[in-house]
């Protein structure tokens, strides 16, 4: 080959050169600007091949087997617990029906007593009870909202054709026609014993759902989505925000919990028809409950660093959503099942969702009260929290800069991706010489002992 042809073939091999490490550099680039700027490191890279057997064989089927009881043992629990429901009347049939009651259920219902139909009536509109018994001769009717809950209401219509079974049971108050003889008397006193009182069943439903959600199914469905993209906007708020004052971090999830708000009212309503009053209300209620989640996550993972994500994770999705009652009723769940899962945003926020969808906001202050202490927990948390985060999250310049631990797994296990892509994008591109002559001595050498 002449020396020409080697320069030649020198030219090209630096061009090639310069355009590969241009190009290797523009997809750095993308892919920083796809990853947001996020350094992203493996937690389980040091884990020793022993502590990733038993993660694998104890620990995930631990959390998923905890996970699976925390949704499914509250539901296999379901009975009436102190339940508030409404009796009309002081009449002896009434206190029938209230003792009936008490032996079926024992500690069931918390009883009411009303004096007409009318107080009845307003007692649940204003989320007192859940319904009430009008005991009549010959009838029984049930007030019921399906709106508060259906679980409840098929439970009290169960409740009432149990009373009106009892009630059936009682000897007729029909006087017996007198007896013209002995024989003929005592035959009439027999069938008078066997005489029963017929009793109907009346069910009125004093708050129904929504038409197009009858069964209230939207309604409860739509809880968890909401729960787990208020965590997401925790994190996505936070890890991308590193940098930013706190109060910019306060400002962002108050605004974009109020977007998700509406759009989320507008889903349910707009197109599903399941929130069909008070729309002003009811798009506070959802973007209240949304900013108690997300703040709170935010405030978790400003305080004890990333750990608090899957905290918030834990706290809100697998024992907030299951313990809220949104499929039921709180009063259908145990004891202290129902205390924690109205303390926590997620059943406080079912609980606000219904008042202002259903009941003109009546019931709703010790709900909005809970949703705005967590709020503000997790607000102030974000504004005056002062854990560092350093990974995910910190800028590549910043990563790139930061000495790495190569002496175990070598540099692509050690290093965060960020830095190894920057690492990579500012590394200095090889001479046309270098990239040819490897192992060789350097090209003005030669061209010396050429000459």
Same mark, same amino acid.
Request: with cysteine.
């Given at each position: 080959m002449t020396a020409a042809q080697v320069h030649l073939e020198r030219k090209r091999m630096f061009i090639l050169t310069i355009l590969g490490q241009r190009t290797r550099l523009m997809l750095n680039k993308m892919i920083i600007r796809l990853m947001g700027g996020a350094a992203v490191k493996n937690p389980l890279v040091r884990v020793l091949p022993w502590r990733r057997t038993v993660l694998m064989i104890v620990g995930l089927p631990l959390v998923i087997s905890l996970a699976a009881m925390t949704f499914a043992w509250p539901a296999s629990r379901i009975a009436p617990r102190d339940l508030p429901v409404g009796v009309v009347g002081t009449s002896t049939a009434s206190q029938n029906a209230v003792e009936s009651l008490d032996r079926g259920e024992p500690g069931g219902f918390d009883f009411h007593l009303y004096p007409d #139909?009318?107080? %009845?009536?307003?007692?649940i509109k204003n989320r007192d009870v859940y319904g009430a018994f009008v005991i009549n001769p010959g009838e029984v009717t049930v007030l019921e909202a399906t709106a508060a809950s259906t679980s409840v209401a098929q439970?009290?219509?169960?409740?009432? #054709?149990?009373? %009106?079974?009892h009630a059936a049971k009682l000897p007729a108050r029909t006087p017996a026609p007198p007896a013209r003889a002995t024989s003929h008397g005592s035959r009439a006193r027999k069938s008078v014993a066997k005489t029963v009182a017929k009793v109907t069943v009346n069910t009125v439903d004093i708050v129904p759902t929504s038409a197009d959600d009858p069964r209230g199914v939207v309604f409860s469905a739509a809880l968890l989505p909401l729960t787990i993209c208020s965590i997401l906007i925790a994190a996505l708020v936070t890890l991308s925000g590193l940098h930013l004052p706190g109060w910019r971090r306060f400002i962002d999830l108050i605004v974009v919990c109020a977007i998700s708000g509406l759009a989320a009212y507008l889903v349910t309503q707009g197109i599903l028809g399941a929130l069909p009053h008070q729309h002003v209300a009811t798009w506070a209620a959802l973007s209240l409950t949304m900013l108690a989640v997300s703040a709170t996550s935010a405030g978790l993972i400003r305080i004890i660093g990333h750990p608090g994500l899957g905290v918030s994770a834990a706290l809100m999705v697998f024992v907030g959503n299951p313990f809220s009652g949104s499929t039921s009723a709180p009063e259908l769940l145990p004891k202290a099942v129902d205390d924690i899962g109205q303390w926590l945003p997620p059943g406080a926020g079912a609980n606000l969702l219904?008042?202002?969808?259903?009941?003109?906001?009546?019931?709703?202050?010790?709900?909005i009260?809970?949703?705005t202490l967590w709020s503000l927990f997790g607000l102030m948390s974000v504004v005056f929290g002062r854990r560092t985060l350093t990974v995910p999250g910190d800028t590549l310049e910043q990563d790139a800069h930061e000495p790495s631990d190569t002496s175990a797994e070598g540099p692509a296990a050690a290093q965060p991706v960020g830095a190894f892509l920057s690492s990579m994008s500012e590394a200095p591109v090889p001479s046309p010489s270098r990239a040819l002559d490897v192992g060789r001595p350097h090209s003005h050498a030669r061209h010396a002992a050429h000459d």
């Amino acid at each position: 080959m002449t020396a020409a042809q080697v320069h030649l073939e020198r030219k090209r091999m630096f061009i090639l050169t310069i355009l590969g490490q241009r190009t290797r550099l523009m997809l750095n680039k993308m892919i920083i600007r796809l990853m947001g700027g996020a350094a992203v490191k493996n937690p389980l890279v040091r884990v020793l091949p022993w502590r990733r057997t038993v993660l694998m064989i104890v620990g995930l089927p631990l959390v998923i087997s905890l996970a699976a009881m925390t949704f499914a043992w509250p539901a296999s629990r379901i009975a009436p617990r102190d339940l508030p429901v409404g009796v009309v009347g002081t009449s002896t049939a009434s206190q029938n029906a209230v003792e009936s009651l008490d032996r079926g259920e024992p500690g069931g219902f918390d009883f009411h007593l009303y004096p007409d #139909q009318a107080s %009845a009536r307003s007692a649940i509109k204003n989320r007192d009870v859940y319904g009430a018994f009008v005991i009549n001769p010959g009838e029984v009717t049930v007030l019921e909202a399906t709106a508060a809950s259906t679980s409840v209401a098929q439970l009290l219509g169960m409740s009432g #054709q149990q009373l %009106a079974a009892h009630a059936a049971k009682l000897p007729a108050r029909t006087p017996a026609p007198p007896a013209r003889a002995t024989s003929h008397g005592s035959r009439a006193r027999k069938s008078v014993a066997k005489t029963v009182a017929k009793v109907t069943v009346n069910t009125v439903d004093i708050v129904p759902t929504s038409a197009d959600d009858p069964r209230g199914v939207v309604f409860s469905a739509a809880l968890l989505p909401l729960t787990i993209c208020s965590i997401l906007i925790a994190a996505l708020v936070t890890l991308s925000g590193l940098h930013l004052p706190g109060w910019r971090r306060f400002i962002d999830l108050i605004v974009v919990c109020a977007i998700s708000g509406l759009a989320a009212y507008l889903v349910t309503q707009g197109i599903l028809g399941a929130l069909p009053h008070q729309h002003v209300a009811t798009w506070a209620a959802l973007s209240l409950t949304m900013l108690a989640v997300s703040a709170t996550s935010a405030g978790l993972i400003r305080i004890i660093g990333h750990p608090g994500l899957g905290v918030s994770a834990a706290l809100m999705v697998f024992v907030g959503n299951p313990f809220s009652g949104s499929t039921s009723a709180p009063e259908l769940l145990p004891k202290a099942v129902d205390d924690i899962g109205q303390w926590l945003p997620p059943g406080a926020g079912a609980n606000l969702l219904r008042s202002t969808a259903y009941f003109d906001g009546n019931g709703s202050g010790g709900h909005i009260a809970v949703l705005t202490l967590w709020s503000l927990f997790g607000l102030m948390s974000v504004v005056f929290g002062r854990r560092t985060l350093t990974v995910p999250g910190d800028t590549l310049e910043q990563d790139a800069h930061e000495p790495s631990d190569t002496s175990a797994e070598g540099p692509a296990a050690a290093q965060p991706v960020g830095a190894f892509l920057s690492s990579m994008s500012e590394a200095p591109v090889p001479s046309p010489s270098r990239a040819l002559d490897v192992g060789r001595p350097h090209s003005h050498a030669r061209h010396a002992a050429h000459d």
